[in-house]
């Protein structure tokens, strides 16, 4: 079945950056956009921005310009997602998503989901 | 920015009843590119409702969705006590990708 595996939850200090991976099974890689979403404690859902594992190409979320990067390795099937300056308010869990239907950058719902990444920002 | 405002914030119903929720978007979203999800606690999202009113693959009849423009509805015709959970309204028509705050239907 289709699945969507992510690393394990990560502390970090401010100032330092966190990279989380999403391992894809069940589905041909390189067909899909993944996004990532991200959830404060006790919060709505935000989402960061996607990537496309077929071409590279990304869209990120204005927020978070400058200070994301997401990439894919294809060889892997499997999916990051780099935050740099790491401050607390950035305490959440972290979500990949991929899209629903294959061969699209935008306009579609997101299914399924990873399980989520903790990520807690502490000094 | 489309900002989706989700109401009421929380809903207590027994189960059996009926559960109506509502996404109100502050501008139109186009070819009514609106989903819902669940989120039990603890767990990710999963999705229920597609282009507002489409089930998901392996959702049950009864949830279901409508609206269009800017007013949507969730429905849940009896709810069962799995069905108590979290739901999200995302909007995916335009970047940016936005969800509203969330409404969450507990037991009475």
């Known amino acids: 079945q289709v699945q969507l595996v992510q690393s394990g939850a990560e502390v970090k200090k401010p100032g330092a950056s966190v990279k989380v991976s999403c391992k894809a099974s069940g589905y041909t890689f390189t067909t899909y956009v993944i996004n990532w979403v991200r959830q404060a404690p006790g919060q709505g859902l935000e989402w960061m921005g996607w990537?496309?594992?077929?071409?590279?190409?990304?869209n990120y979320a204005q927020n978070f310009q400058g200070r994301v990067t997401m990439t894919t390795d294809t060889s892997t099937r499997t999916a990051y997602m780099e935050l740099r300056s790491l401050r607390s308010d950035d305490t959440a869990v972290y979500y990949c998503?991929?899209?629903?239907?294959?061969?699209?950058?935008?306009?579609?719902?997101?299914?399924?989901w990873g399980q989520g990444t903790l990520v807690t920002v502490s000094s | 920015e489309i900002v989706l405002t989700q109401s009421p914030d929380t809903l207590s119903l027994s189960p059996g009843e009926r559960a109506t929720l509502s996404c109100r978007a502050s501008q139109s979203v186009s070819s009514d590119y609106l989903a819902w999800y669940q989120q039990k606690p603890g767990q990710a999202p999963r999705l229920l409702i597609y282009s507002a009113s489409s089930r998901a693959t392996g959702i049950p009849d009864r949830f279901s969705g409508s609206g269009s423009g800017t007013d949507f509805t969730f429905s849940i015709s009896r709810l069962e006590p799995e069905d108590f959970a979290v739901y999200h309204c995302?909007?995916?028509?335009?970047?940016?990708?936005?969800f509203g705050q969330g409404t969450r239907l507990e037991i009475k």
């Open positions: 995302q909007h995916y028509g335009s970047s940016p990708i936005t």
């Open positions: 990537i496309s594992a077929y071409d590279g190409n990304t």
């Open positions: 998503a991929r899209h629903s239907s294959p061969h699209n950058y935008g306009s579609v719902s997101f299914d399924p």
